[in-house]
């Protein structure tokens, strides 16, 4: 079966140079396109867009999947007049179409899927042979199998300049369109006709037909009646239909499918009337409805008996008319889901003051016009003179002398309230009310009682608002927005431009969408604003509420970025984003009846700094020049010194290039490295040339331009992998520019002397799958054989480095660079001089003078937002990551710019236990330095991203104000000290609360140059550590995963008497590096309370002294854990201490996750632990929970507890505050606990787009794939049964993936490592199940499993436990064991 639709987007996808597609060829194979596709959105206007990309000599197409935007043509269809362009639509009511009728030359119809096909290749041949616009119209037909040509053949038959009537001056519109059906009939051996005849040769009645009449066809044969099918609507056949309407017709009925009529006779009846004119046959007009086939022939009986008994020219129809049951044109219109963002914006703010007068359901009632600009306008100007109408009733009824009345007075009172206060959302409704219960009640005698009841809808005011889609801003007369913004109506529009930034250039530049914000400014009284809910929701909540308190025309203009609607949110804001930062869309607001000066307020952060740059030059030029006249005659006197500077440094470079060519041929090493490791090895053999006498240079790949390397002698390249074979950051423009003079076959590098040689770093079992083998090493190799490709001359052969060899790409390296030194001839060189050590993080801690490094002077460098990259590792130790926007990274550097870089600032909580007060601090900082939201993390403090340079100072020093700091937050120092949040047991939260800041206290690293560097106060060198203390039966820190672990146990009463002691717990690991791997804590034993902090000591210092320093991968205390062995670390732990640990006490752990609710401690005190997905608190839609908690902590005494499942406990709420408490997490939606169990036992860590180290997205994207999941949970009835499901975006494993149950560990962008087994509540490591899983893979693997779960889990048996008695996974019992049998077990293994 073949459909009308598939056969003609064929056709223009071979026929056309570009394509303008309304969403006819989704689902379209992309190599069945030729053409280049530019989508647009439904219904939108496609003239702009025909505009820009037509061309006289190409065809271009239009495929439209209604004919809605047909109507929005009218006004482009004169400036495309001359440009071949065949508009193909589908149509189920041809009104719209047929409104063109006298505006397009050609138009098309096609009955069949066979008609249609042929029609396209006419419509294209047509439209290039005269030069014009054509329109094909066709239902969406299916039929039987479609004879075609081939594309080849489609190709030919356009592209041929054989016209047989070629377009001449003399030629006529009819004598066009038979030269092109003769060529067509030519190519595809079918006759084309512009009408069909079907039916016996003699008829009485002959129906003339445009539309689906296929079940005419076959009613036909017992009716002795013609069916007359046109094919041809402009030019009309007039002669065709005089030479085949039979002589023996005395009646014509003319049968349209037309359900909207306008007027009562349809431009083709009196084409038809007046072609007949001299005949004498009866013409009947008709609609050609919808029939089934097996009651056509009853139709056709009744249609035929009517036309029979009808003595005047009255209006049949054939079935059923489809309008008079507003099952079409009624029809709800479809509102893209993405759209949502901003209505549920509006309800938020307003509830039910919000009146949306173009709202969608309208049209169930009044048709498609309701959800027009103009009739919107109509409607708000009709509320306004009811609600008018109303004021006047209300001041008669106030005037009135109501002579006995007892509510008198009180009336009067109301009345008049509502006069004062008329335009004021509260107290109108509210007066309102009062007004309307007091008439109702007691209503006096009086004409205006019954017309103020009739109007009571319209005593509150309410919030008015057209929502127009994007297509309404491209023509601002045709679409009704003058009349709106020039009204002086109280009328708010918001206007939704979804053209995303990376399709920004299949916009029509000239018209602009915005254009309509810069009009309403010019117009001077209306309110303006731009706005991105994806950029700046806080900016977005501003304009809106102020639009709706401005008296008049309000123009909102909301980007919401999206080409279908199955664009995901992640894509939505990362378009954004890009957007904003490039400045192409503006955030700014426009209040006119602010004072003078101030109406106009850019809030686009990156076009704000860029003015401010500029216009602190300028200022800064001009101060000196009016406070020193003189200033102007030495800058100008300056150039000529200026010139004899840059003349001595000229010389001076061309004595250094002469001494350059005494010494051995040059060498030029480009290296491409994300991660450093191609870098350090690119620079190491810079040093390694230099001291064999070669004039050796180092720079990234993209920092050298072609032109620069056909000057190059001997060129050596070293690159790494990222993602699936993908070029790392720095040389993709080398690879874009490469393959790109490859694919049009230059030799740019041919007759010069460039020779090259190659080094690839790569993992071979990094994607281990057969078919992904072609991943390994890929940017090497392809880089060696497009350098050759381009006429450059290989000097060694390629070389290969592999991490999983012996020295990890070492190993390939020392094969590869004696081949290069002797390429170069000086293998015979003799090194005496020792090479210099790799510069590590220990040579950097030494050299920093403890850890202040140029920390100083890199704050004052406004020249660029980054600091040293050695300043860079030391801020780790002061609670500061230096990270940049990826989202955007791409963009700023194609633009020259370079990345956006911020900062990441965590603080030090101890225990996880804030005041309201460091709350509040903590929500300022947010919104006032960083991007306006902050983390819950994993490690139970705060965390900040967003932090540009110039703000780090002020925000330390606010986060210290706060009674808080970040000292020792990161970096190879002991980490926060995590503690139970115990919601319950408050009395024993103390204690370990205590022991825990204690701790943390007691093993922070001792420097002043934090004080000295961030707080203006006037040493050391450690390994990270990371400490938990866990109360059984709870494991909500997973104590297990850290360094050091204390366990709480408790006598009878459960008072704290000491703590079992773990070490050697981690869960950072390298992908694919086996010498590497995550570990469970060994227990060691128990020691009391009070001699818990020795014992860290202790332990942190056995560390230092037997720890592998000289290799960071291998460095963690779990590593020198298993080289030592258990027993021999616990000796020399005791050995420090001076005593033995005691055996360790019996404990029970039973979860690892945080009990949600409600709860009541030992000491009264009301604990509520709400969730906080993934710790990101942030507001949106419908979902304040940063402005509901900040209110919250305006009025709580107790405290809050972060837990180390990044949610919060609102803790010690006191009897008497309960009500308000509950009161104001209602409010804000923060009580909503009706999540799936497994929705709240997720976690996932920060990753994209600030995580300098995430290779895929985390925290982002694990909410979507939950969604999915907890939908089969559902379908197998464990909505309700708590599966641990976390991820992160790389494997150092912040989010603590490596002991839940089903983890996901980010590899490259939508690609994750799947693992599965760990324990329930923390207790055993899981294992690889799949080394590379995308997420129909993970929804394919998941389904069946979980299904399985559902029907033969024992009681009380956890997930992580069921897969491994099901034999899907074996079970991990230590560190050293996490890669044995990874892969699956049995029939669930795979290649691995």
Excluded at 278 to 300: D, F, M, N, R, Y
Excluded at 714 to 719: D, E, G, K, L, R
Excluded at 737 to 758: M, N
Aim: aromatic share 8%; charged share 20%.
């Amino acid at each position: 079966m073949s459909s009308s639709t598939s056969q003609v987007v064929q056709v223009a996808a071979w026929a056309s140079k570009a394509v303008v597609d309304e969403g006819c060829l989704q689902g379209t194979d992309d190599d069945a396109i030729q053409a280049r596709v530019i989508r647009i959105s439904k219904s939108a206007d496609p003239g702009p867009t025909l505009r820009q990309h037509a061309e006289p000599s190409f065809l271009t197409s239009l495929t439209l999947s209604s004919t809605d935007a047909l109507i929005h043509l009218l006004p482009s269809i004169p400036s495309l007049a001359g440009l071949p362009i065949v508009i193909h639509a589908t149509y189920t009511d041809l009104a719209d179409a047929l409104s063109l009728r006298s505006a397009v030359p050609y138009i098309i119809h096609s009955s069949n899927a066979q008609q249609a096909y042929d029609h396209a290749l006419l419509a294209s041949r047509l439209a290039l042979s005269a030069k014009t616009l054509v329109l094909h119209l066709f239902s969406h037909h299916t039929g039987p199998k479609v004879h075609h040509v081939t594309d080849a053949q489609v190709k030919s038959f356009i592209g041929s300049s054989d016209y047989s009537a070629a377009h001449t001056n003399g030629a006529t519109a009819a004598s066009e369109y038979e030269a092109a059906a003769r060529s067509t009939a030519k190519l595809t051996g079918r006759h084309l006709q512009p009408a069909s005849y079907n039916g016996p040769a003699q008829p009485t009645v002959v129906l003339v037909t445009l539309g689906d009449a296929s079940t005419i066809h076959g009613a036909l044969g017992s009716h002795h009646s013609g069916l007359l099918d046109l094919s041809l609507i402009r030019p009309f056949p007039t002669s065709y239909i005089l030479q085949h309407l039979p002589t023996t017709a005395t009646k014509v009925i003319v049968l349209e499918q037309v359900y909207k009529r306008a007027v009562k006779w349809s431009p083709l009846f009196l084409e038809v009337t007046s072609a007949l004119a001299q005949l004498p046959v009866k013409v009947i007009s008709g609609t050609l409805g919808h029939v089934q086939s097996h009651h056509a022939s009853e139709e056709l009986s009744q249609l035929l008996h009517a036309a029979e008994t009808t003595h005047s020219r009255q209006h049949l129809t054939f079935g059923h008319n489809p309008a008079t049951a507003s099952d079409i044109h009624h029809a709800t219109v479809h509102v893209p889901q993405h759209e949502s963002s901003y209505t549920k914006l509006l309800h938020h703010l307003f509830g039910n003051r919000l009146d949306v007068v173009n709202d969608p359901s309208l049209v169930k009632t009044l048709g498609e016009v309701a959800t027009r600009p103009e009739y919107a306008l109509g409607r708000i100007r009709a509320l306004d003179d009811e609600r008018s109408e109303l004021e006047k009733n209300v001041r008669e009824l106030l005037e009135a002398e109501l002579h006995g009345y007892a509510s008198q007075k009180e009336l009067h009172e109301g009345l008049a309230k509502w006069l004062t206060n008329k335009n004021d959302e509260h107290i109108s409704r509210s007066a309102g009310d009062h007004i309307v219960r007091i008439l109702e009640t007691s209503p006096p005698e009086h004409p205006a009682v019954l017309h103020v009841l009739a109007s009571r809808k319209h005593f509150p005011v309410m919030s008015r608002w057209i929502i127009g889609s994007d297509s309404w801003s491209y023509d601002l007369g045709a679409s009704g927005l003058h009349h709106l913004i020039a009204s002086s109506a109280n009328v708010n529009i918001l206007l939704l431009d979804n053209v995303p930034y990376t399709a920004r250039d299949a916009a029509d530049p000239s018209k602009r969408k915005k254009d309509a914000g810069l009009y309403a400014m010019n117009h001077g009284d209306a309110y303006v604003a731009s706005i991105a809910v994806y950029s700046s929701y806080s900016q977005s909540l501003h304009a809106l509420m102020e639009a709706d308190k401005h008296r008049g025309a309000s123009v909102v203009l909301a980007y919401l970025p999206y080409q279908s609607e199955e664009d995901s949110a992640l894509t939505v804001l990362k378009e954004t984003k890009l957007a904003v930062d490039a400045g192409y869309w503006p955030l700014y607001r426009w209040n006119p009846v602010n004072p003078d000066g101030s109406q106009f307020q850019l809030e686009s952060d990156a076009l704000k700094a860029d003015l401010q740059e500029f216009l602190d030059r300028q200022n800064h030029l001009s101060q000196l020049v009016r406070s020193q006249p003189d200033i102007a005659k030495e800058l100008v006197s300056s150039l000529g010194t200026q010139v004899q500077e840059a003349r001595r440094e000229k010389a001076k470079q061309t004595y250094e290039n002469l001494l350059s060519a005494m010494e051995g041929p040059p060498l030029l090493v480009l290296y491409a490295s994300d991660g450093g490791n191609a870098e350090k090895i690119a620079k190491r053999l810079i040093g390694r040339a230099k001291v064999r006498g070669l004039a050796a240079r180092a720079l990234t790949m993209d920092s050298t331009s072609l032109e620069e390397l056909k000057l190059e002698e001997h060129v050596a390249f070293v690159t790494s992998t990222a993602g699936q074979g993908e070029p790392p950051q720095n040389g993709r423009d080398t690879f874009r520019a490469f393959t790109a003079l490859v694919a049009k076959g230059e030799k740019p590098f041919e007759g010069t002397p460039v020779k090259f040689a190659v080094f690839g770093m790569g993992d071979s079992h990094y994607w281990p799958r057969p078919e992904d083998a072609g991943y390994y090493n890929k940017p090497g190799k392809d880089l060696d054989a497009r350098l050759e490709a381009l006429g450059a001359e290989r000097m060694v052969p390629l070389g290969l480095g592999d991490d999983q060899d012996p020295d990890g790409p070492q190993t390939g390296y020392k094969l590869w660079e004696p081949l290069l030194w002797k390429a170069l001839g000086v293998d015979g060189i003799e090194v005496l001089e020792a090479e210099p050590e790799p510069i590590t993080n220990e040579h950097i801690k030494i050299a920093s003078n403890f850890l202040r490094g140029t920390i100083v002077e890199g704050l004052k460098d406004t020249s660029t937002g980054a600091l040293a990259p050695s300043d860079g590792q030391l801020t780790k130790f002061h609670g500061i990551y230096q990270q940049d926007d990826r989202d955007i990274r791409d963009e700023r550097q194609d633009a020259g710019l370079e990345p956006a870089y911020s900062f990441m600032i965590r603080c030090r909580l101890p225990g996880g236990v804030c005041t309201p007060q460091q709350w509040l601090a903590i929500d300022r900082i947010a919104d006032e330095r960083g991007n306006g939201t902050f983390k819950l993390t994993t490690r139970q403090t705060f965390q900040f991203h967003g932090i540009i340079k110039k703000h780090l100072k002020p925000s330390i020093q606010a986060i210290n104000k706060g009674l808080m700091d970040t000292i020792a937050a990161c970096g190879d120092v002991n980490r926060t000290v995590l503690c139970s949040a115990l919601p319950t047991l408050t009395h024993l939260h103390t204690e370990v609360a205590a022991f825990a800041k204690r701790l943390s206290e007691h093993l922070l690293p001792r420097m002043t140059a934090y004080h000295e560097i961030w707080l203006d106060k006037k040493m050391v060198a450690g390994d990270a550590f990371k400490i938990a203390v866990a109360v059984p039966p709870t494991n909500d820190v997973d104590v297990f995963t850290n360094d050091v672990g204390f366990i709480a146990i408790t006598d009878k009463h459960e008072k704290l008497v000491g703590f079992n002691v773990t070490a050697g717990g981690g869960m950072g690991v390298t992908h694919s590096n086996k010498k590497t791997y995550p570990r469970t804590a060994d227990i060691l034993g128990f020691c009391p309370a009070d001699q818990g902090h020795k014992v860290a000591e202790a332990i942190m210092l056995t560390q230092r002294d037997n720890g592998n320093r000289a290799d960071r991968k291998n460095a963690r205390l779990k590593y020198t854990i298993d080289r030592m062995g258990v027993e021999a670390f616990k000796a020399e732990v005791e050995r420090r201490l001076g005593w033995p640990l005691e055996p360790a006490r019996p404990f029970t752990f039973t979860s690892n996750i945080d009990t949600f609710g409600w709860t009541k401690g030992h000491d009264g005190f009301h604990n509520f632990t709400m969730f906080i997905e993934n710790g990101r608190v942030e507001d949106e839609p419908g979902k304040e929970f940063k402005t509901g908690l900040r209110e919250i902590a305006q009025h709580h005494t107790g405290k809050f507890r972060l837990t180390a499942n990044q949610h919060l406990i609102l803790a010690d709420v006191t009897e008497a505050q309960l009500p308000l408490m509950k009161e104001l997490l209602a409010k804000h939606k923060l009580d909503n606990l009706a999540f799936s169990a497994l929705r709240l036992s997720s976690s996932a860590c920060v990753a994209f787009p600030t995580c300098g180290l995430a290779m895929a997205e985390s925290e982002r994207y694990l909410p979507v794939l939950v969604g999915k999941v907890e939908k089969i949970c559902e379908e197998n009835g464990l909505r309700h049964d708590s599966i641990v499901m976390r991820m992160t975006g790389c494997p150092n494993g912040c989010a603590r993936p490596w002991v839940a149950e089903v983890a996901f560990v980010g590899k490259a962008p939508g690609s994750y490592l799947m693992l599965l087994g760990g324990g329930y509540y923390g207790q055993r490591l899981n294992k690889i199940y799949r080394e590379n899983v995308t997420e129909p893979e993970i929804l394919a693997i998941l389904a069946p499993m979980i299904k399985r779960y559902a029907l033969e889990r024992h009681d009380g048996e956890r997930f992580g436990d069921f897969v491994i008695r099901a034999g899907y996974i074996s079970a991990t019992k230590s560190g050293k064991e996490f890669y044995d049998r990874m892969g699956g077990e049995g029939v669930h293994r795979s290649a691995a």
